[in-house]
């Protein structure tokens, strides 16, 4: 951080500030050379620490707060007790790599979410360079968020598929002891699933190669997840089991 802030001579002049009471000018010009600023525009400074330096009472703060937030001047978060000072991108960007770089550590560091999506904001309002490294920052944070979101929609999906019964089922049925939480055996499920297929549908499949491999010691060993549930599950699905043989099928005797 700078040991000091530089405030152009252009200020006196601003049609807001020429506006401002006395009480508002210095406030403004606290907000913008006070201990706590930073390079990108957004630092903690907590209320107590306003009254401690300005010398004005906690009510006076807060009207002055709420005039400044009302005039679009300033973003406040009282959560993160962190202050954004909404021009200070505009008269104080640079391209300097060191500058950007130092606009990235402390963007880093910054908590309040609402802030940096104002940030984000005001730096494409005012044309900069998205290929910036703030702004890299600001959009990855974006992406990480959606990739959040998908993942909460993918565990939420995830939570109602049977694992648990179909395993259970196919242990139960051929006598076998797979494991249920075997990532392997869950990713077979899940893909079949998402093909639509349902419990039911599983319970088919294993009810009908149990009967049809169980006894044949050559193919029992395939009474396994890899084979039943895998790509060839729709086939076993739709197989027409061999009809059993009832008294009336077996041949007649020709004599007695």
Avoid at 91 to 102: A, D, H, R
Wanted: glycine share 4%.
């Amino acid at each position: 951080m700078a040991v000091y802030r530089q405030v152009h001579v252009s200020f006196w002049q601003d049609p807001d500030v020429l506006d401002y009471t006395p009480e508002e000018k210095y406030f403004f010009l606290y907000l913008m050379t006070n201990s706590k600023t930073t390079q990108c525009g957004i630092y903690e400074l907590p209320k107590k620490v306003m009254e401690l330096e300005t010398g004005y009472n906690k009510e006076t703060i807060e009207k002055l707060l709420a005039r400044f937030i009302d005039y679009k001047k300033i973003f406040y978060d009282s959560k993160t007790r962190e202050i954004m000072v909404v021009n200070w991108t505009k008269y104080n960007w640079s391209k300097s790599e060191k500058v950007l770089s130092c606009i990235k550590k402390e963007l880093s560091e910054v908590k309040s979410t609402k802030l940096l999506e104002e940030f984000q904001n005001v730096v494409k309002q005012y044309g900069y360079s998205i290929d910036t490294l703030s702004i890299e920052w600001g959009e990855e944070k974006e992406k990480e968020k959606e990739k959040e979101k998908e993942k909460e929609k993918e565990s939420s999906a995830d939570d109602k598929i049977p694992y648990l019964e179909i395993v259970d089922y196919l242990n139960s049925k051929a006598g076998t002891r797979y494991r249920r939480t075997s990532n392997k055996t869950r990713d077979l499920i899940r893909a079949r699933t998402n093909e639509g297929f349902t419990l039911d549908d599983f319970k088919t499949v294993i009810d009908r190669k149990v009967e049809s491999w169980l006894s044949d010691p050559h193919m029992s060993k395939y009474l396994r997840p890899e084979t039943l549930f895998g790509t060839k599950f729709e086939g076993y699905l739709n197989e027409r089991g061999a009809p059993k043989k009832s008294p009336s099928d077996e041949p007649k005797k020709l004599w007695d």
